[in-house]
């Protein structure tokens, strides 16, 4: 479930909701990042960091990751019940522009957001 809210500076902070036993597929679309005609060429880095809700946490992945046209898609695994973990992704476009986005990925039980 992708849910979308508003960062301070007003842009869109995007969100999933996810149970720790899963493994989804996610994708983000940087066609609103990229300029007019704008692709994806190159991925260049992505972090996952949890933000330290609980005490004890375990990893959550973000691999198998690829892009088409303006989505990157991956596979999300692992994390810990109550925590939240932001991916940021960098990536360059057709036109060399350096492009930086995040999604928060809130580990909860059914429910419970």
Avoid: C
């Avoid at 983000?28 to 960091?49: E, H, N, R, Y």
């Avoid at 990536?91 to 419970?112: C, E, F, P, T, W």
């Amino acid at each position: 479930m992708a849910i979308l809210a508003k960062k301070e500076d007003g842009t869109e902070l995007r969100f999933t909701v996810f149970r720790p036993p899963e493994k989804k597929l996610i994708s983000i679309d940087f066609a609103k990042q990229l300029p007019s005609g704008g692709v994806i060429t190159s991925i260049v880095t992505t972090a996952v960091t949890p933000r330290a809700n609980v005490t004890e946490v375990a990893a959550l992945t973000f691999t198998n990751i690829t892009f088409t046209g303006t989505v990157i898609s991956g596979w999300i695994e692992g994390g810990t019940d109550g925590e939240d973990y932001e991916i940021t992704l960098t990536l360059l476009d057709n036109s060399a522009q350096r492009h930086s986005d995040d999604i928060v990925i809130k580990v909860r039980k059914a429910g419970l957001i």
